[in-house]
């Protein structure tokens, strides 16, 4: 029974992280107005990914896809965010899934592309590519 109970609390823990604790593991910003500030002087578009506590699907992206090699390198062109769904952020990034993901362009603020739910690394880094594309022909057409 002891072994039971330390094993379920130790694995209550897992699922409790929350978006701050994510942030730290990853190496990434935690505080809106501090990374757009970050994204605007680096010239890097923002990946931000709204999560919540409790939430299996957020704990997957974070735990499986985000904290992936491959996924780690093609993020270092890009400034990246973890944020809890109750922190402050602007209201036109409210999807209402979890865990969403908003690829925003630095010079606007606006997102360029969105993904809801968990997605693993391949479809990731699709999303990030295609966000990629969709910031880069908005850039070329206003040149």
Request: proline share 7%; charged share 20%.
């Given at each position: 029974m002891k072994l039971f109970l330390i094993f379920l609390f130790l694995t209550a823990g897992l699922f409790a992280a929350d978006a701050t604790e994510a942030a730290k593991k990853l190496g990434a910003m935690n505080n809106y107005e501090t990374a757009i500030h970050k994204a605007q002087a680096e010239k890097k578009m923002l990946v931000m990914v709204i999560v919540k506590e409790h939430c299996r699907w957020c704990e997957k992206l974070i735990d499986r896809t985000l904290s992936e090699p491959e996924v780690k390198k093609a993020l270092e062109n890009d400034i990246l965010?973890?944020?809890?769904?109750?922190?402050?952020?602007?209201?036109?990034?409210?999807?209402?899934?979890?865990?969403?993901?908003?690829?925003?362009?630095?010079?606007?603020?606006?997102?360029?592309?969105?993904?809801?739910?968990?997605?693993?690394?391949?479809?990731?880094?699709n999303d990030l590519h295609e966000s990629q594309k969709i910031r880069d022909s908005l850039y070329n057409s206003e040149k």
């Open positions: 965010l973890i944020v809890d769904r109750n922190a402050p952020y602007p209201s036109d990034f409210n999807e209402g899934f979890f865990p969403s993901t908003f690829f925003i362009d630095y010079s606007t603020g606006k997102s360029v592309y969105e993904s809801a739910g968990y997605v693993g690394k391949k479809c990731f880094l």
